[in-house]
């Protein structure tokens, strides 16, 4: 546990990780870099069509 003292944040960066990787079911085989991106192209779309409607 003394390592945990002297670096909480790179045993911290293990254990999300570990817990990304146990939590995360078997049914759900996407990545989770590919989600954020299609959460982001989606909003940024939406918001695209949103100031062109404000601007008919």
């Not at 909480?8 to 999300?16: D, I, M």
């Not at 995360?24 to 996407?30: C, E, W, Y």
């Not at 959460?39 to 404000?54: D, P, V």
């Amino acid at each position: 546990m003394v390592q945990n003292r002297d670096h909480p944040g790179l045993f911290r960066v293990s254990e999300t990780r570990l817990f990304y990787h146990f939590s995360i079911p078997a049914p759900r085989k996407l990545p989770h870099n590919i989600l954020i991106s299609i959460f982001i192209l989606s909003h940024t779309i939406s918001h695209q069509y949103t100031s062109s409607y404000r601007y008919l």
